[in-house]
């Protein structure tokens, strides 16, 4: 195989050492049985169930049809463990940890989702530490959905954080977190002992939107991913291609299977884009909308396909799969039940029928012939010989182009006029110019302002981002990578393009493409809001400079 398209020494290939304390069981597990993290890498499928909370509260008199649904769930000795979710679709719901806390005395393995969208990094943090108080050590970290409704009108999203940054910050507390005190004094907290998932989204058409989905899904394992589940898609040979990406780039990161059991209402959502990150294309609505019209509504179709699913999971050796979209525990068992019944070699065939990409769909990897799956072998011999010869890209502008040319030469540290400008912003400091700072960053400001939409964060993330500015271009401010609900190229909210893609495009045009997402992850400071960015970066401040970096290997 060409090793040459993606670098194994390069930072964001190298897998995240274990931290202090990874190992330990869970404190709450009931005595004799295995946890999540000894369940995933123990070497044995297993099963994995997902539980959806609600908006408002049961009746007092009423058994929450969740716990009931949950313990029905614990009682099957073959699901491993039960994912609940975080405000799903951009809802307010109630929080995972309740209905955690009502299944924990049954010795339930509970996954806990945390994302970024409503909360700023004080209240992640927050969450994170409740949640190692009351023993949940299994964290999804996600970026989230952008909100969908809220009281009175649509809630603002927060997105101070997303997922690289928010793993970071996991892998950080369970190394013991660093704090500085009023009195000064740096204090080290106690170590947490989560066991940090990340999600990764295959199901995109487009070569513009699928690698920087790949570079980002190995800078998290880098930032401290311990284990990896894709989002919802019916094409198994891009789940497959997930695990040829991380044998490729030598990540030994456990992968989950993703199975959502379909009805024709949510699979028309899914075609339509209506649910982020969730695919179905044309040609298997078509299929739905041909078996839903038949007397079952499609429900034997519908389990069929889901249990077709695990079994192929099972057969390309990933270490569970992930059940959701199911109300009664009996739908769960039968499903299972299915996929356990059918023969040792059925998943190959399975494995080539659940195949339904969209239009020009864009794969890494060639595919093998006998088994319709990808080829470890052999890379997209396309996307190969367009590494040294890229097309042009409608998005290289001139301002982009002169762009880079004053970044190299005057704020690239330690060359060419980096060194004498850092002098002059020091000494104007220094000597309490106020004046003159301020008509510099009223300069900056206005010239950044016409380029690139500047929003004088004071904290510039133009070089990470392909000189597209994220508070402008981006719906989630991302700074670490594409978050996973772009579709054709477009943003989430369908109002402009993905900034990532665009970046992608630039940085391929000019060989750059395969290191766009390498490094620590990106901590912007929001004190710097209002203030020079250039001062900011010439005198150390911004996250260019004090971001934290991750143990060598």
């Not at 106020?434 to 380029?451: D, N, P």
Request: aromatic share 10%; glycine share 8%; net charge positive.
């Amino acid at each position: 195989m060409n090793h040459q398209p993606f670098p194994c020494d390069s930072q964001i290939f190298r897998p995240a050492e274990k931290s202090a304390g990874l190992d330990s069981p869970s404190r709450f597990a009931p005595k004799g049985s295995a946890t999540f993290r000894e369940l995933l890498n123990a070497g044995r499928f297993f099963y994995g169930a997902e539980l959806v909370t609600t908006r408002g509260i049961p009746e007092p008199d009423q058994r929450p049809k969740l716990v009931e649904l949950g313990e029905a769930l614990a009682a099957d000795p073959r699901i491993g463990w039960v994912s609940i979710t975080d405000n799903p679709g951009g809802n307010p719901m109630l929080p995972a940890d309740w209905i955690a806390n009502l299944l924990k005395p049954r010795g339930t393995q509970l996954v806990i989702h945390l994302t970024c969208k409503d909360l700023n990094r004080n209240g992640l943090e927050s969450a994170a530490w409740r949640y190692a108080a009351e023993g949940f050590d299994n964290i999804l970290a996600l970026t989230g959905d952008y909100p969908a409704t809220g009281f009175q009108g649509r809630a603002l999203p927060v997105f101070d954080l997303d997922s690289v940054s928010l793993i970071s910050m996991l892998r950080s507390m369970n190394e013991g977190l660093e704090v500085t005190r009023p009195n000064g004094k740096t204090e080290r907290l106690p170590k947490t002992n989560f066991f940090i998932g990340c999600a990764v989204s295959p199901f995109k058409r487009q070569e513009r939107e699928l690698m920087p989905q790949y570079f980002k899904l190995a800078r998290k394992i880098q930032c401290g991913a311990q284990w990896v589940i894709p989002q919802l898609g019916y094409d198994m040979r891009k789940f497959h291609e997930i695990k040829l990406f991380l044998d490729w780039a030598n990540l030994t990161t456990p992968v989950i299977g993703n199975v959502y059991v379909l009805n024709k209402t949510v699979a028309g959502m899914f075609n339509k884009n209506k649910i982020p990150g969730c695919v179905v294309s044309d040609a298997l609505y078509a299929q739905v909308e041909k078996y839903a019209a038949g007397a079952d509504k499609g429900r034997a179709f519908f389990t069929e396909l889901a249990a077709k699913q695990l079994a192929v999971f099972k057969g390309m050796g990933f270490a569970a799969s992930y059940l959701g979209g199911v109300h009664k525990a009996e739908t769960f068992a039968q499903i299972i039940d299915q996929a356990e019944g059918f023969g040792a070699d059925d998943w190959k065939q399975f494995a080539k029928e659940i195949q339904f990409p969209k239009n020009e769909e864009f794969y890494l990897f060639e595919q093998d012939e006998q088994t319709g799956l990808g080829d470890p072998a052999r890379l997209n011999r396309a996307y190969v010989h367009s590494l040294t010869e890229p097309s042009p890209a409608t998005d290289v502008t001139w301002s982009y182009r002169m762009t880079r040319l004053i970044h190299d030469l005057a704020f690239t540290p330690g060359k060419k006029l980096f060194p004498a400008l850092q002098k002059i912003y020091g000494r104007l400091e220094a000597h309490d110019s106020q004046r003159t700072m301020k008509a510099l960053h009223g300069v900056e400001h206005a010239s950044k302002a016409m380029i690139y939409g500047c929003k004088d964060c004071g904290d510039c993330s133009l070089p990470d981002t392909g000189y597209l500015c994220p508070r402008a271009a981006c719906s989630k401010t991302g700074r670490n990578g594409p978050c996973g609900g772009s579709s054709d190229g477009r943003c989430e909210l369908n109002d402009k393009d993905c900034l990532w893609a665009r970046a992608y495009d630039r940085l391929k045009f000019y060989g750059e493409s395969r290191h766009m997402l390498e490094g620590p992850a990106v901590f912007a400071n929001p004190a710097l809001l209002g203030t020079s960015a250039w001062a900011n970066n010439f005198l150390g401040r911004d996250h260019h400079h004090v971001a934290p970096q991750p143990k060598k290997s």
